[in-house]
């Protein structure tokens, strides 16, 4: 993986997970009831994160709010893109 610098982004660094990363990260979660209760159980949005800052899980309320991407995943987003934040892509990398 290259090392990037912070000049990518105003505040952390850029790096992203790669599309089999974030499919395998996907299905542990789907696959784990008790990750799904939790979710669920909370009653507003509920997102969980990777370590490179992308959607990996959320729950029912989090799929009313927030917005898919041009493919129709939001899976891989980060929070910022999928609430579709004006600054979200204000830099290359978000």
Known sequence: MELQTKEDTYFDFPARSSKEEIEADVQRFKNNPLVTQLLEGYPNLAVILDWNRQIIAYNSKASEIL??????EIYGQRLGEALRCVYAFDMPAG
């Open 67 to 72: 917005q898919e991407s041009v493919d129709g």
